[in-house]
């Protein structure tokens, strides 16, 4: 809310000083104020839809909203940038008369109110796609101002007019940047594709390379939300093998290795007819023994670290 009520208050000072200098760069800055303001509404708005708990039809909750959130401020930089690149290059080919002090004297307090933005989102939660979407444009605007800064300096002590234009068409590089990773990361989230950081087929090897395991099929990793991985499985055991303690040691190693706390697993012995007919995904089986790793074991016997299969 502190972020939000520096930005309006310059930006609608910056509008007015940009039309008066004839500058396209404090008008693109402030445009991209705008949007950073828009940025951290949509932002409060998506973080108090996604706490509601689930119910009805949404038995996640809404914790996807924030994703949404994220998708839109990428694409809202992304828009921007390609206006600027339009309207820089215009500019390049026939530049305007531009008043270089008043450029170079409002973007120098832009520096100062981005600085001050920055450090409050900075101390957000900045791992929530939503949060990081909103740093990102305040980011992204104080790069904008450092370089207007620049180009307000050029064109004061100089007279190169087109400074102004080059200017705007390094923020929109910025922007275009800065965007595209918002909509990468968020529509992998979109579409349940691994967390970044998690190998589905190194965790398939793991999981199937524990006591009593003879296959693992149908794994999935996804992300609920921003930090809230998620996994399913479906994992035979000998015949037998102890599926409740399989389990719980499958899920140790998922929580302590990998982070993942919420993990589904449908443990089953081999042979009772419960195989899928069509499994998703690869198969992942046990390590012959020529391939298992010649590692020692620690201290304690195999025993006391993983379950017994018999029951």
């Known amino acids: 809310m502190g972020a939000l009520a520096l930005i309006l ?3 609608a ?6 039309l008066l ?3 396209l760069a404090l008008l693109s800055d402030a445009a991209h104020m705008m949007t950073d303001a828009f940025a951290i509404v ?3 708005v998506a973080m108090r839809i996604a706490a509601r708990p689930p119910r009805g039809g949404y038995t996640y909750g809404l914790r996807r909203t924030e994703i949404l959130s994220a998708q839109l401020n990428g694409l809202t930089l992304i828009l921007l940038a390609a206006y600027f690149v339009f309207e820089g290059g215009r500019r390049l080919v026939a530049p305007p008369e531009v008043e270089g002090a008043l450029v170079f004297w409002t973007s120098l307090a832009g520096i100062g109110v981005n600085v001050l933005a920055t450090w409050l989102l900075g101390k957000a939660n900045r791992s929530s796609l939503n949060v990081e979407g909103a740093f990102q444009h305040i980011l992204n605007d104080l790069y904008a101002f450092i370089a207007t800064t620049v180009a307000g300096l050029v064109v004061w002590t100089t007279g190169f007019a087109r400074a102004d234009a080059i200017a705007s068409l390094v923020v929109a590089a910025l922007m275009l940047k800065a965007g595209w990773n918002l909509l990468r990361d968020a529509g992998r989230v979109l579409m349940e594709a691994a967390p ?16 009593c395991v003879r296959e693992v099929h149908d794994l999935h990793v996804w992300e609920l939300g921003s930090g809230y991985p998620a996994l399913s499985a479906h994992v035979m055991v000998n015949p037998d093998g102890n599926c409740h303690g399989v389990r719980r040691d499958l899920r140790g190693l998922l929580r302590d290795d990998y982070g993942i706390t919420h993990s589904t697993l449908e443990v089953d012995h081999e042979g009772d007819g419960f195989h899928c007919e069509d499994p998703h995904g690869p198969r992942h089986v046990p390590l ?4 298992q790793p010649a590692a020692p074991l620690p201290a304690q016997t195999a025993e006391a670290v993983q379950p017994p299969c018999g029951h």
């Open 9 to 11: 208050g310059f930006m």
């Open 13 to 18: 000072g910056e509008v007015v000083i940009g």
């Open 21 to 23: 200098a004839r500058s």
């Open 42 to 44: 949509l932002a409060l």
């Open 196 to 211: 970044t950081g998690l190998n589905p087929a190194e965790i398939g090897a793991r999981l199937a390379d524990r006591p």
């Open 288 to 291: 012959s023994p020529a391939e």
